[in-house]
């Protein structure tokens, strides 16, 4: 009976997600169908101008939303030795993609090339990464996490649903070899443990940005509009990356099983979720 429940409320999750998907999707489509060229003289800031409007409508809906999806900002500890754990945590999360690129690079564009890379062309990529990256995490963690918590679902059964799901909507660039499956799937269950453990959107969106930044540093991205730096790796940074984290979500869900203090989380909702299954 209980699992039948909490398959029910799963599925009542994942249909309410699926709307607010096709929702954004129709957004989307609205806003970057647009003849944005007709308006905007410069071809950079005319690909940045249906980013920056997607990155407005998101945060406001990040705003509006924030009573039915968001997790309580105060973090369930009697004492700040976990509050520092968590912290800690996190900053290693934010800092294993630059650190692993930079230390896997082996060769520089020739400046000629870098000369190449502009400000208006820099900033509309940044743009393009944001609404990436605040997309994605409103629906997959924000949204999806945070009604699966509140319905009461164990916290890591919806960590395994919303990072199965955001390697499945990678399509088939998540299913060409195995190391792209360990990459997405890992990816989500990091995106997914990150928001738990400091109950901030924030630091997920930031994380998301920060790796589709050195993704694009790489290798070809829609999304980056101007020369990348990086001519040359002497190693496939992802998969650095993708071990680093899995050894992180191992010691801190470990230290999360062993430790009192992060025994139940003071969920919002009518029922909170249990650390643990």
């Known amino acids: 009976m209980k699992m039948l429940k909490a398959a029910a409320r799963a599925l009542y999750a994942l249909g309410e997600t699926t709307l607010v998907y096709v929702a954004l999707l129709c957004l989307m489509g609205a806003l970057f169908n647009q003849s944005w060229r007709e308006w905007v003289d410069a071809a950079a800031w005319a690909?940045?101008?249906?980013?920056?409007?997607?990155?407005?409508?998101?945060?406001?809906l990040f705003r509006l939303t924030r009573k039915r999806y968001a997790l309580s900002s105060r973090l369930a500890h009697p004492s700040d030795r976990p509050q520092r754990v968590t912290w800690w945590f996190a900053a290693v999360l934010l800092s294993t993609?630059?650190?692993?690129?930079?230390?896997?690079?082996?060769?520089?564009?020739e400046p000629g090339a870098l000369q190449l890379i502009t400000i208006s062309a820099s900033i509309a990529s940044l743009f393009n990464v944001l609404?990436?990256?605040?997309?994605?995490?409103?629906?997959?963690?924000?949204?999806?996490?945070?009604?699966?918590?509140?319905?009461?679902?164990?916290?890591?059964?919806?960590?395994?649903?919303?990072?199965?799901?955001?390697?499945?909507a990678h399509g088939k660039h998540a299913f060409i070899a195995p190391h792209t499956v360990a990459w997405y799937l890992v990816g989500g269950l990091t995106l997914g443990t990150l928001y738990v453990a400091t109950r901030s959107i924030s630091c997920t969106v930031a994380l998301h940005a920060i790796v589709?930044?050195?993704?694009?540093?790489?290798?070809?991205?829609?999304?980056w509009l101007t020369h990348r730096p990086v001519e040359a790796m002497r190693y496939d940074w992802t998969i650095a990356a993708t071990g680093l984290w899995s050894i992180a979500l191992l010691v801190y869900w470990s230290y999360a099983r062993r430790s009192n203090s992060t025994s139940r989380y003071d969920l919002p909702g009518k029922r909170a979720a249990g650390l643990l299954p």
């Open 97 to 109: 993609a630059p650190v692993v690129l930079v230390m896997g690079v082996h060769r520089f564009q």
């Open 131 to 168: 609404c990436i990256a605040l997309t994605e995490e409103f629906v997959y963690r924000y949204v999806l996490m945070g009604r699966l918590l509140h319905l009461g679902v164990p916290v890591l059964i919806s960590l395994v649903i919303q990072a199965g799901l955001f390697l499945a």
């Open 47 to 60: 690909r940045a101008a249906p980013s920056a409007l997607a990155v407005l409508c998101l945060l406001a």
């Open 212 to 223: 589709d930044i050195c993704i694009a540093q790489t290798g070809p991205a829609s999304y």
